[in-house]
């Protein structure tokens, strides 16, 4: 067969000496990249006759796909919720400091807040992807207003919305606009929700249900109407009785359609969840798991006073509370943290661990064809880790972004 070189005169990097997470397992390998994509090599070397133009020696270290955070409200002094008319320079900040953490995609979330600042601040938001500048945006998470006031946690009662006789309609004037929207978290137990998560999933947007006093039934009926995640499962919703277990109990109902999978995220900080509680939920449906770090505009920053959209927090270690009040408002733990004490709370594999924050919420997304894996032909956003899971670098679309050694450490 003739040469095919000519297919592309891009560059092939070949990264060697690691071990690649691919199809569940740790396998030793070499990873292939060319023009931001992950290579298949035997097509390489049996079609185009190619080989790599760079070889870099990844000295025995784990190669895994990117973070994908789903629920993040802002960090280092940035607030996603906070009505501004330059959220561009605010996104543009917390996009570049988390490639320190390993996240290479993320949601930026908006916690309950007036309909002028949801007004305010989605025209601004836009999908986009991730590079040199930052991690990639898949679109804006909605939390609230439409939740419930017994389960508002962190957000403002005179904010909160019910769906009255327009339902769908309501949502839409609240927002203004779904055009970057990718997750809205609501209460099910709320008259006229069903309608609303049938409308919200017919537009390819994630319905979460959070900050709810739903019963399992409530909970398995939004999800045969199409919703498909649990906002930070535990935090917010009923404590699970053995009579009827709430939305905890979605993940072994038997009631959930068939071929459909219930993700529930999780906030494994250490404060939110205890960790027998990571324990259980991770033990009764290991599939469904999707770290998050619930991050507030103060992590990166010293404990002290911050905001959250309308409210202001306080920041004392690795708590963060409501000013004046015990009420956990989020968190300040980095992704890279999260992962470390999830895979030593539960004791489980590297190979579940970094499938928590990668493969499992690009399965929520429905975009795991090209993020959250290194099957051949996704897109190379990938980070290179120790054993001890710390990030010593991060690539997005096969090009180093971060780097450890880049900043003296």
Known sequence: MP????????????????????????????????????????????????????????????????????????????????????????????????????????????????????????????????????????????????????????????????????????????????????????APEMKRSSEVIRELTKRGICVSLGHSVANLSQAEEAVQHGATFITHLFNAMLPFHHRDPGIVGLLTSDKIPAGRRVFYGMISDGIHTNPA?????????????VLVTDAIAGMGLASGRHTLGQQVVEIDGLNTYIAGTKTLSGSVATMDTCVRHFQEATGCSVETTLEAASLHPAQLLGIEHKKGTLNYDSDADFLVLNDDLYVQATYIAGEEVWRQDAIGM
């Open 3 to 186: 040469s095919n070189k000519s297919v592309s005169d891009a560059p092939i990097v070949q990264f060697t000496n690691c071990r690649i997470l691919r199809s569940h397992q740790l396998q030793r390998e070499d990873l292939w990249v060319r023009e931001g994509k992950i290579l298949n090599p035997e097509k390489l070397f049996f079609d185009e006759k190619g080989s790599a133009d760079i070889q870099l020696d990844c000295k025995d270290s784990i190669i895994a796909p990117g973070f994908i955070d789903v629920q993040i409200n802002g960090g280092f002094g940035v607030d996603f919720s906070l009505a501004t008319d330059d959220l561009k320079s605010g996104i543009d900040l917390v996009s570049q400091k988390i490639l320190s953490h390993g996240v290479t995609s993320f949601c930026p979330t908006l916690v309950t807040s007036p309909p002028s600042v949801y007004h305010q601040i989605l025209p601004q938001m836009s999908i986009r992807n991730g590079g040199a500048h930052g991690a990639g945006i898949l679109g804006a998470h909605l939390e609230g207003p439409f939740i419930s006031k017994e389960k508002k946690g962190a957000h403002p009662e005179h904010c909160l919305r019910t769906f009255e006789a327009g339902a769908f309609q309501d949502l839409l004037a609240t927002y203004g606009s779904l055009d970057c929207v990718r997750i809205v978290t609501l």
């Open 277 to 289: 509680a990571l324990r259980i939920a991770h033990r009764a449906h290991p599939k469904g798991l």
